[in-house]
């Protein structure tokens, strides 16, 4: 299985990492360490050195409560970093997190080879700009928006809405162009989800994973691992790996992390028990 991403070709004939790189002065996690642009692109280089096939550079923090971020700032933010890693690392694929029209062309004119949009390009104009850039495509799916998505997310059947949605803006993507090997999924893990919502798609994800889309999918460090282990979110490597590890062996595709290095030798584990097409 691969994934058309702009010039790549991206092999996911096994699982790969894609390294996170937060550029927002907000992040949850990184608490905005990275915003200047060369600590940006030199963490971005050191997760491609630990072993990252795709690096995912955000500019507008989607975690719980967060306000939304100007395009022009978003641009000022991400394609700096897009273009220095570009060039020092032209093998690599870039990701870029974004809902916005404007930041898809402009990231896609800068390299990048993926568009990563938490809200599955249904902005004005987004999947248009989209389909246009030749750029793979990740559709996650979320329950509201960032700002009240954890209020009381609510589902009869949490599987079935995701794998509907999903199969919707597929559907979408198709019938404005997007070739099939353009096209990957993701359930979204934390947005507008409550911890039983996340356990039951991940007990469910190989119902995900059957479907025609590679699954990507983001666990690294979020509440489903706090809460399950207690742990604050700088102390969450090892129940992020657990996931990692869960996921990938459900068939999952690409896993989102923060630890890269870590993540990396869990998939090569996963890789080698792992038998082709099971
Ligand atoms: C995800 C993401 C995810 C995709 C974030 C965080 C929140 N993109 N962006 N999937 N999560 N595709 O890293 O905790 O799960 S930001």
Redesign the pocket.
Known sequence: MNLRCAGKTLDLSRPVVMG?LNVTPDS??DGGRFLAVESAVAHGLRLIGEGAAIL?I?GES??PGAAPVPPDEEIRRVLPVVERIHEAAPDVIISV?TSKPEVIREAAAAGAGLL?D?RAFQEPSALEAAAASGCAL?L?HMQGDPRTMQRAPSYVDVVKEVKAFLADRAQACRAVGVAPERIAI?P????GKTLEHNLELLRHLRELVSGEWPV???????SIVGTLTGRAAGERLHGSVALAVIAAMSGARVI?AHDVAATVDALKVVAAVAVEGS
């Not at 979204?188 to 947005?191: I, N, Q, S, T, V």
């Open positions: 996170v949850f996690s995912d955000g989607t975690r997190d990563n938490v990740c996650m993701d979204g893990f934390g947005f990507l999918v983001g666990l690294s460090r979020k989102r």
